[in-house]
Every structure is written in structure tokens, then in C-alpha cells.
């Protein structure tokens, strides 16, 4: 079993909504991730939290807000989404302050259609 | 500039066959790190291993095994007796960092998708 938890499995939303995914893990991991997961692609880095604060922004449209209300949670809040942002969203964990070079631990993700 | 190949875009073999997934990547740092993940139709990308730069012994974890070897800058993967349960894209993966601990974002191989049939 996963010890990362992501909620929703599925999420459909128009592009006017406004939604969030959330994140969970308990395994008093220093860093959390949000990545972005097209069909047939590798996972994509979106954000890095290292003990709290965010370290790492990818670039990523503004219409994606990350937030990390303490050091177990992650949410990605969502506003004014386009059709080409419907993709796998995972979140991942990792023991060290944001990590490369210690395994990240993976939810099963968030599979979002906008439309 | 860092980056990982792996060129089997699909394998499928049948249930019982061995079956190497190959990885081979290019870095100028002496000292990175790299790791695969498989990830079943569920979607959880799932740890398997993570390999550094100074250790080049190879690796058995019951019918996985991986052969790292500098000298050809590969990584390769084998799974001895697959079954159908094995099905999955295979991710390689490449992390430079260094001995203080600063890591850097995983520069990801595009994938193998393994079909192993009964």
C-alpha cells in the first residue's frame, strides 16, 4: 500500500472552476512534490516543498497554486484550467530536503480531464 | 548535459522469458545517482532501486536484478521468470548531486513499456 495518499483518483472540471488536490504522507518525509504526468511521457517536476517552503517552481502557469499547510500536507489548487492541462498529477515524498539523491515515494495520482 | 535513453519504447514477451530493459545515460558529474521506477496501470510510480555513482556492484532483488557499468554508461534492468504481473512502464532515471548532500531534480528516460503475456 502507498503511503503517500492522494484525493482525488479522478477529478472532471470545467475550465471556469475552481478545485484542489490534496496530498498526505506520514512517513515524516522533508520534501513533497507535484508533478505532471501526460499519457505516454515521463513525470514532469511542477513544485518541490523542502520543509515547508516551497524551493522549487518549474515555470508552472499561475493558474496552478501550490500550498503546503504543514510538513504532512500538499494541495494544488486549480483555477482557470485549459483542456491541455488534463493529465496525471502526482504527488511524491522523499526523506531528504528535497531530493535527487534519495527515492521519492509516489501517491497514485490524480487522473484530471478538463473540459 | 545530462540525459537518459532508453530506447525500447515497448517489449512483450511471454510469461516465463527473461526480459532486459536497457538505460543508458550521459553526465559530465562524477558523482550521480540513478534509479528506476516502474509504473503499473494504477498510475503509483514505484520504487525499485537506487544506484550511486561510486557503487557499481551489481544489484539482485529476487527475479529483478540491474547491471550498472560506467564503462558503457548503462544501467540495465533484467527480470528473470517475468509474469503478468510485471506489466508496466519502466522509468530510468538520473540525479546529479553531490557528497553535501544538495540534490537536483530527476532527469527522466522516456520510458519502456513492458507487456508480458500468459
Excluded at chain 1, 78 to 106: R, V
Aim: charged share 20%; with cysteine; aromatic share 12%.
Amino acid at each position: 500500500d502507498t503511503e503517500v495518499t492522494q484525493t482525488p483518483k479522478h477529478l472532471v472540471m470545467g475550465m471556469t472552476n475552481k478545485k484542489s488536490l490534496k496530498c498526505e504522507q506520514h512517513m515524516g518525509h522533508r520534501a513533497m512534490y507535484w508533478y505532471k504526468q501526460k499519457a505516454k511521457k515521463p513525470p514532469e517536476l511542477m513544485f518541490v516543498y523542502s520543509y515547508e517552503k516551497l524551493s522549487i517552481n518549474e515555470s508552472v502557469p499561475s493558474r496552478f497554486s501550490p500550498e503546503c499547510p504543514n510538513s504532512s500536507l500538499l494541495n494544488l489548487h486549480l483555477h482557470a484550467l485549459q483542456p491541455e492541462d488534463s493529465a496525471l498529477y502526482l504527488c511524491a515524498s522523499s526523506q531528504a530536503a528535497w531530493g535527487g539523491n534519495t527515492e521519492a515515494f509516489f501517491g497514485q495520482g490524480t487522473r484530471l480531464t478538463v473540459v | 548535459a545530462q540525459k537518459v535513453t532508453q530506447a525500447q519504447t515497448e517489449i512483450s514477451v511471454v510469461e516465463k522469458e527473461d526480459v532486459t530493459l536497457d538505460c543508458v545515460y550521459e553526465t559530465r558529474d562524477t558523482t550521480y545517482y540513478l534509479f528506476w521506477y516502474k509504473q503499473p496501470p494504477s498510475g503509483e510510480l514505484v520504487f525499485l532501486i537506487r544506484r550511486n555513482s561510486f557503487d557499481e556492484q551489481n544489484e539482485i532483488s529476487g527475479r529483478y536484478s540491474w547491471n550498472f557499468q560506467k564503462s558503457t554508461s548503462s544501467f540495465n534492468f533484467t527480470i528473470t521468470a517475468s509474469q503478468v504481473v510485471d506489466s508496466a512502464v519502466y522509468f530510468c532515471a538520473l540525479s546529479e548531486g553531490d557528497y553535501a548532500g544538495n540534490n537536483r531534480k530527476l532527469i527522466w528516460g522516456l520510458g519502456t513499456s513492458l507487456a508480458v503475456n500468459p
